[in-house]
DNA sequence: CCATAATTCTTTTTT
DNA sequence: AGAATTATGG
């Protein structure tokens, strides 16, 4: 094993192969390639590859790293266990299903289908959506089970009639899933610490066959993510955990940073290993990340270097509107093609999805090769998530969520009477709809999904899609609509067929179960067969952990990025602000960041000035074309030019949170109690945002 | 009782 | 802007 290209650090990282190792790694500074050479060597050592197992947290840095680590050490890569914590729950859970009461065929529900187990259930228990929100409720939720409290658990931690109703919701939710024998994301990392929490010897099994574990992006665990690596790791302790908490970008999902912090108290003996030199961004750009994250208050200051050269500077530009701001990237980006950056090392990058959306359109016009990674724009249009549905239902005929998604599509005189009755008999009966189906309209119905069922076991995955669009009647009814709408909708099913076909070509003869699996699991499949090099367009989230040569980060505004919804709490800002950070570190040449002065947001105009984080960035490290000079952000778009005095006690009311009762009070903050869920929030004295009552 | 028109609601990030 | 829900028409 050639270890020459590492650095001393690096090198210690990749020999000390066993007992539990921390490695602190700021961006840049090679931790992708410590945790692939690891591997190479752990393989060279004669480690088994089926005995390793490398966890990283989102599928597209999963694909990298199996690419990468196949460039090591070849076919052997096949045999590792490299996926996300969910793929590797879901590994475990089908291999133990029937422990865990479910049948072979369950299906995972998406965010959608779960929104809709919740609304069934609340209207069964006649609970008004508008005092409480199912929206809300999903979340509580999910946070209860990524922090493994059970209904019961959640019951004891009562304190308000809000929570008891969500405590019952949650215990049927559970109820109805299993009746459903589907599963929600949260399940995958939850029913498997079920499992080894109820059978030791099972979790035996797998502590002897995963001897190695490794876990990038140990700062965005969450607490079940957490257990789960620290039951599989008991027994030989050879967990090897890297992370970065200037990176921490998943709070919102119950990550924990402190998982880091308590990792050399959970683990006796372990090691750490700081690794602090960038090897990825120029110092221009590593200066612009570091000036923007010493902002944040709640930091340990680390001393992140680099050796590289200084680099250009960086460049930002305020267009006028969202279209202006595309056009202008798209305008450099052909500069720097000409200049010979290829544009597999180009990426545009925002902070949210909807921001796709105009980037794409102009994309389209321009002609450039671009693709959008993880965009679930494709996979969330109606016709394919009908379509979708069909293929669970076909799967899995228990899915009464996907079931009534689809037994009026395409319409088939089966209206909302019909269906209650169905859903009253089958809730009686303790079946699922499709069960409780014996007459009518919708007998035909299921005759339809039984014959289709029939076909899945003789045909193809391409060829019974072909087959559900047939018999089912939703080519013919949009072939008949003749509208542009329909046409559209047609080519994007043909594009689905092509999808469905590619993957087949790549993986040979693909199980309805595997493509369904993937399909849950990867928002986006490798949509291109061609392997031409393209611009990849992607959110701040999505591309942590790549880099490319250009980066260009768009949408720099107030109120997009700081996120209007996160620029509130002190501590959802700083998560926002190290989101920005890792954008920024994204880069390894040339940075861009752009905003406009105006932009469709929601359906109205709005004007948002430039983001506090270009004002974070030293001027000298900045070259701005735009005719304004780099411009402060505005006081009065923040805070009302008349003071108002609140006194402690006083109720007020507070745009996003609603009504709330004053409680602390000092020079520059105001503390605010708000109702159960949201708790207390500390403000700025005079933000806008909150009013007398 | 179903399909369509009108109206209201909600806008982050991912598995 | 777009989805989701509710009111009206056939």
Redesign the pocket.
Known sequence: MKLDNLNEMQKKAVLKTDGPLLILAGAGSGKTKVLTTKVAYLIEKGVEPSSIVAIT?????AKEMKERIYKLVGIEAYNIQIS????FGLKIIKENYNLLGYEKNFTIL???DT?SVI?KIMKRMNID??TL???YVKNSI?SAKNELITPKEYEKYISVEYEKIISKIYEQYQKELVKNNALD??D?LTLPIKLFNEYPSVLKVYQERYKYILIDEYQDTNKAQYILSKMISAKNKNICVVGDNDQS??S??GANYKNILNFEKDYQNAETILLEQNYRSTKTILNAANSVIKNNQFRKDKNLWSNNEVGQKVIYHRAYDERNEADYVISEIRKRLKEGITESEIAVIY?????S?VLEEEFLKSGLPYKIV?S?FFY???EIKDLISYLKVIYNEKDDVNLERII?VP?????????S?LVSKATLENISLYEAITSG?ELEFKKLIDELKTDSETSTLTELIDLILDKSGIKKELEQEKSLEADIRLENLEEFKSITKNFEENEGLVSLEDFLNEIS???DIEEHKDNKDRITL?????VKGLEFDVVFVVGMEEGIFP?A??SFDKQ?LE??RR?CYVAITRAKKILYLTNAKRR?????DSINPPSRFINEIDDSLIDSDSNEPLKKIDKSDMINTIPIEFQIGEVIIQDKYGEGIVVGLDDTFITIAFNYPIGTKKFLKNHKSIKKK
């Open positions: 947290f989102t599928n597209k840095a996300t914590f969910h793929s998406d965010s959608d929104l609304k959506v508008k929100n199912p929206r999910s994301f949260d995958l970008v998943y919102f999902r902070r949210t999805n909807a921001q959306r993880g679930f969330n249009r109606k009026n319409k088939r005189g089966i209206g909302t009477k019909t269906i009755n309209k699991l990867v928002s992607m959110t701040m989230h999505a996120h919804n996160s959802e998560e926002e989101l469709m947001l929601y359906g109205k």
